[in-house]
């Protein structure tokens, strides 16, 4: 499985970036999608995560600006992120869980750069 993320960029504080990750590949059932992001010297963390039957949770700092979403038809997800502040510069990476029977195996894109800063 193939991870593509994109959308990532600069953007002043208060504005808006959404970003996409589309799977590709020998894609059997994808249960989880997930984004996380690492921060220059911090470790790697959840951001975001939506299970095949659309329940999500988020990290507490995102509630309420961020949003994921996924398009099964697709193999899609999407991080709709807005109010941006500084704290959220990061590189941003999205995972997803794919279920062949018993096993269950993820798969991590390579990350793309979120800049907030004015």
């Known amino acids: 499985v193939q991870l593509q993320a994109s959308g990532g960029g600069l953007a002043q504080p208060g504005g808006s970036l959404r970003l996409s990750c589309a799977a590709s590949?020998?894609?059997?059932?994808?249960?989880?999608m997930g984004w996380y992001r690492q921060a220059p010297g911090k470790q790697r963390e959840l951001v975001a995560h939506?299970?095949?039957?659309?329940?999500?949770n988020y990290e507490d700092s995102v509630k309420g600006r961020f949003t994921i979403s996924r398009d099964n038809a697709k193999n899609t997800v999407y991080l709709q992120m807005n109010s941006l502040k500084p704290d959220d510069t990061a590189v941003y990476y999205c995972?997803?869980?794919?279920?062949?029977?018993?096993?269950?195996?993820?798969?991590w894109g390579r990350g793309t750069l979120v800049t907030v800063s004015s």
């Open positions: 995972s997803v869980g794919n279920r062949r029977l018993a096993s269950l195996d993820y798969y």
């Open positions: 939506i299970t095949s039957g659309g329940t999500t």
């Open positions: 590949g020998r894609i059997y059932s994808i249960e989880s």
